[in-house]
């Protein structure tokens, strides 16, 4: 299938002198209850992208009834059953179904699948170490996430349905079971499973900071991680101070359903049978939830952006554009994101004064996402771009982090907001800026942290088939959806067929439909690639991108420890790319700068001048040389 | 054996298939849909025409596996030739990259264009031409970004492609350039903060002028309607309390509260232009959001928690029938916070009139007060000259422009109106 022609690498072979099996593995311990973080990473891909293509496909379903809100389709009943009495979705089930497709993209795909994937995969690798500091607490992360994305889905299948309170679960919708059918059970369930998803999450975060923070390899100082892994740190850091919060959120919320407390309930009447709580305020259940929910949007999209950074410097063949700057603001984006909740808050009638104030934060944001943006292009800028599908991906997500970040300009703006709060306009923008850019960076990841997953490489041309119909039909998708919510069309409305000036945009939402049918097609190509390599992919060389970082010193062969011998050291950051006067156009981590006298830099040396005197020493002595080799 | 191979390729796209069955499915159940009729279904042509797009799937999946065959094999023949590599695939994506930047910015100038002229039409109200000045300048300035950031990032994409002569420019840093992009965003970024900031202050910090008082008009939303009550001639919308809530007093309205007595309710919401309006919004269940898109105007309405909104219309309904050169426009309250099954059905009609229609209009809205209510709150009942006929629209009239200060609040008595439910 593959047609990937590489060089092959010089280092390949090497390491066929390590010791196999010194462990005995049964099924159960490689497989299922493992602890070696490169089968835990695999285990959150492959439950992530199952999800995923769950989450899709319920998006299908609704937007299927967005398009032909009058249309039945009685095949739809056959698999849906009730909710879809005579081929036609039912209200409450179109909200549940935004309801649990928000939930899984967001927290099991986005959250555990791209962080728990790619967490687990590289910091190991990258800094050099043989396991997490706590494999043990890492293969419970992986399995309480099992276990919450099982009590999701079971709601499926009782009577009153899953929640439907939507994503954000706002009660009193979502405390009263009386209020919409979703409230009953289904809400019980996708609280519990909330409550392990965070679980899982703590666990995890805990075991990422503590091992980038204490198993770095000698030499792997701080300023010599990779981007990658920077991302992952700051996003655990936000994880850890922000998840619990959500439990606390959780917890009340679950004492207010089912034990009569009034946290976030209070004057309320049904019909007019009258409530008896009483003092609680609804609002702070959106305090509490965006302060989890908007450091929420960053832990998606930082992993995104980093894995991007990574695959666009190794893709290029050039360091990363300002590397510091690009620590330097995913610090601030860390520490500016937990101040900026109020600003999906702005219309709750919360104190006005507080809007403007969250208003300040969160335009400040913007900086530094301007600078990343800006650090992308330039690392672009004059570079020798080779297109892998992981490339294209992590091009994609560039564009897709500028598209869907300029409209958080106009929202972040709070008189602005007024008029585009709760429209499809926030859909539109938060698709492009945490969906798709964050899918994207996932997927770039994938595809170029295949070889070290599987030992096999993906097959290209698919790949290049799937970047571009995705790509292509996901600005379809939500370009078009703007304009919708600059004509005042709320989101998670089941029809437009109550509103006249509603009516013309149901031609808009046919192209859409078609467009994320096409789209969710595209996956099929992605999904045949993913499962076949698994099997059948081309073996993939050690190095197969020549690229720098450490995880490509390790051996093809699974190995639990991930050296044999010794862990190698690092003298040099992760992007000596096309570096002057070196023989090729990438140096590992691991070459010291004795091996590459031609090409140092003043710079490398951190003003260790002992090194800078060697140096000048070898350059007076190999001048002319260099000259007759320039001329 | 490159037939061997194609078949092979045949079970891997009918596998490929297997994994999507669901996606597919759903794509396709349309197509189905239209071609079965409502009713008891006879499911027998539903799943033939499912099969056959099934099918139809199949064979796109083959044929994609037919061509990629096809360019390997040509790959490989150019190989065994010695010939460099058979496809350029850097100059392929390349060129693609090109290509998507050109289509992709002829689509955004069509949306734009297009999709640009069906969104709201100018705001019907004084704080809202601030917003829309805001809207303007952000985006102005978010597109030229856009469009600039996209050149560069498609552009670089294109002539930067790998070619195996060339090196890339070792570049790590640049402290000046980064210095700068990093102060203008932020300049840029102040000015938008400052502007948002002032126009989001006069939005909701409102100088009350004596010579203009402003209307206050209570919202009340439950699943999935919203309730108008109106202040009566006094002006002051009378208190109200969850706990009084009785079938026939859905609001519940506090009656033992002189303000109340005439508070008036309404079908619609009706605002003379050129007054402000002070809306107080109340919600009985769940929250909702009150949502008035054509005069920029959205605030939740939250249970326990009253909320408040100030704002001025400034055109009426037919200056903007007019406007918009539809006559069937309509302003209109929509819920945009989801609240339940029936969440995308919620609305109210707004009209803007004149002072004068206004005058004429509030004078036939009937009060909240019933004789049911009286007996309920102990007040005189008072005695029904004219049947309760839906459209007792003069007597009432007449009734209510008086002046409610005394005990008996209105000197004759209005129609007993159904109390909408």
């Not at chain 1, 835990?40 to 992530?48: D, N, R, V």
């Not at chain 1, 899982?200 to 923070?213: A, D, F, W």
């Not at chain 1, 420890?561 to 006067?581: A, F, L, M, Q």
């Not at chain 2, 006094?234 to 009785?246: A, R």
Request: aromatic letters at 14%; one cysteine or more; charged letters at 15%.
């Amino acid at each position: 299938m593959s047609t990937i022609s590489i060089q092959d690498t010089h280092h390949h072979g090497t390491h066929d002198d390590h010791g196999h099996g010194h462990h005995h593995e049964t099924f159960l311990t490689k497989y299922v209850f493992s602890q070696d973080h490169k089968m835990i990473a695999k285990q959150f891909l492959i439950t992530g992208i199952i999800m995923a293509v769950i989450a899709m496909g319920l998006s299908i379903l609704f937007r299927l009834q967005l398009a032909w809100p009058n249309e039945s389709f009685p095949i739809l009943q056959t698999f849906l059953g009730k909710w879809a009495e005579g081929g036609r979705i039912r209200p409450d089930f179109y909200l549940a179904l935004v309801t649990i497709h928000g939930t899984i993209m967001v927290f099991f795909v986005l959250t555990a699948g791209l962080s728990g994937t790619f967490s687990n995969l590289l910091i190991p690798l990258q800094v050099g170490a043989r396991d997490m500091a706590s494999p043990f607490l890492n293969m419970l992360s992986y399995w309480f996430f099992f276990t919450a994305c099982v009590v999701m889905m079971s709601s499926f299948f009782i009577q009153t349905g899953p929640a439907s309170a939507g994503w954000t679960v706002y009660p009193p919708l979502s405390a009263i079971a009386k209020a919409i059918p979703g409230s009953g059970l289904g809400m019980t369930l996708w609280l519990v499973s909330m409550v392990l998803f965070v679980a899982s999450s703590l666990m995890g975060g805990i075991n990422y900071v503590t091992t980038i923070l204490n198993m770095r390899t000698k030499g792997m100082d701080l300023w010599k991680m990779p981007l990658t892994i920077w991302a992952f740190f700051l996003t655990a850091i936000l994880g850890i101070l922000s998840f619990p919060v959500l439990v606390a959120g959780v917890v009340l919320l679950i004492f207010d359903r089912s034990f009569g407390t009034s946290f976030y309930l209070s004057d309320i009447v049904m019909g007019t049978q009258i409530l008896p709580n009483e003092g609680g305020s609804p609002i702070l259940w959106q305090h509490l939830f965006w302060f989890l929910g908007h450091p929420e949007v960053y832990i998606v999209i930082m992993p995104a952006m980093g894995i991007s950074s990574e695959i666009i410097s190794v893709n290029s063949r050039k360091p990363i554009f300002g590397y510091h700057a690009m620590i330097y603001s995913l610090i601030g984006i860390t520490v500016l994101s937990f101040i900026v909740w109020g600003h999906h808050m702005f219309v709750t009638g919360m104190n006005p004064l507080l809007g403007g104030v969250f208003m300040i934060t969160t335009l400040i944001i913007a900086v530094p996402s301007a600078v990343k943006t800006f650090n992308w292009l330039a690392t672009l800028w004059r570079g020798n771009i080779r297109f892998t599908p992981a490339m294209l991906f992590a091009i994609g997500m560039v564009s897709f982090f500028i598209s869907g970040g300029l409209t958080g300009i106009w929202l972040g703006n709070a008189a602005l907001d007024i008029n585009l709060h709760d429209t499809y306009f926030v859909v539109a923008h938060f698709h492009l800026v945490m969906g798709s850019a964050a899918i994207f960076g996932m997927l770039a990841g994938v595809y170029h942290w295949f070889p070290k997953m599987f030992g096999r490489l993906m097959d290209k041309k698919l790949g290049y088939l799937h970047f571009w119909v995705t790509f292509t039909c996901a600005y379809l998708v939500f370009f078009p959806l703007h304009f919708l919510g600059l004509d005042g069309v709320p989101r998670r409305y089941y029809a437009f067929t109550e509103f006249e000036f509603m009516q013309k945009w149901v031609t808009v939402n046919v192209l859409v439909t078609w467009s994320a049918i096409i789209a969710a097609l595209a996956q099929v190509a992605f999904l045949f690639n993913f499962f076949y390599s698994i099997f059948k992919g081309k073996v993939s060389p050690q190095n197969p991108w020549e690229a720098n970082t450490l995880e490509w010193t390790a051996p093809i062969e699974r190995l639990h420890g991930n050296w044999p011998g010794e862990i190698p050291t690092v003298y040099r950051w992760p992007y000596d790319y096309s570096k002057p006067g070196a023989d090729e156009d990438f140096i590992p981590q691991t070459v010291p700068f004795s091996q590459t006298m031609s090409s140092n830099l003043p710079h490398d040396f951190e003003g260790n001048t002992i090194a800078e005197q060697v140096q000048r020493e070898w350059d007076i002595a190999n001048k002319p040389a260099d000259k007759a080799d320039l001329d | 054996m490159s037939l061997r191979k194609l078949i092979v390729n045949k079970t891997m796209a009918a596998l490929a298939v297997l994994f999507t069955a669901f996606a597919s499915t759903n794509a396709l159940a349309q197509e189905a849909g239209t071609a079965a009729t409502a009713k008891p279904i006879d499911m027998g042509p539903v799943y033939q025409s499912t099969l056959f797009y099934v099918l139809l799937f199949l064979l796109l999946c083959l044929f994609i596996a037919i061509v990629g065959k096809a360019l390997k094999v040509y790959e490989l023949t150019r190989e065994t030739q010695g010939k460099a590599d058979g496809i350029n695939w850097n100059l392929v994506n390349g060129v693609l990259f090109v290509v998507f930047l050109a289509v992709g910015l002829y689509g955004v100038y069509w949306e734009y264009a297009v999709h640009g002229k069906m969104i709201l039409p100018e705001a019907a109200s004084e704080h809202g031409k601030k917003i829309d000045e805001m809207f303007n300048v952000t985006l102005i300035l978010t597109t030229i970004v856009f469009v600039l950031t996209h050149l560069a990032l498609f552009l670089f994409a294109y002539f930067y492609r790998g070619q195996k002569d060339r090196k890339a420019y070792y570049y790590p840093h640049n402290n000046l350039i980064e210095k700068i992009w990093t102060i203008v965003p932020a300049i840029a970024l102040t000015i938008l903060v400052l502007m948002g900031f002032l126009t989001w202050r006069s939005i909701f910090y409102k100088i009350e002028d004596p010579n203009n008082k402003p209307l206050s008009v209570e919202i009340t939303s439950s699943q999935f309607q919203w309730d108008i009550r109106y202040p009566g001639a006094d002006g002051v919308v009378g208190l109200k309390n969850y706990k009084k809530i009785t079938a026939i007093n859905n609001l519940g309205i506090d009656f033992g509260d002189k303000n109340s007595l005439d508070d008036q309710t309404a079908d619609e919401l009706v605002l003379p232009v050129g007054k402000p309006v002070r809306l107080i919004l109340t919600s009985k269940d769940v929250i909702h959001s009150f949502y008035m898109p054509h005069f920029r105007v959205q605030l939740n309405t939250v249970p326990g928690m009253t909320s408040y909104f100030e704002f001025t219309p400034t055109i009426t309904s037919e200056q903007m029938k007019a406007k918009t050169n539809d006559p069937s426009f309509k302003y209109l309250i929509i819920c945009s916070k989801i609240c339940g099954d029936s969440h995308y059905k919620m609305q109210k009609p707004v009209r803007v009139v004149t002072q004068a229609e206004y005058n004429e209009w509030v004078a036939k809205q009937v009060p909240y007060l019933t004789n049911d209510l009286r007996k309920e709150f102990h007040l005189p009942v008072v005695a029904e000259p004219v049947s309760a006929a839906a459209t007792a629209a003069t007597d009432s009239t007449a009734a209510n422009t008086v002046s409610p200060n005394s005990d008996v609040p209105a000197k004759t008595a209005t129609k007993q109106t159904a109390i909408k439910k």
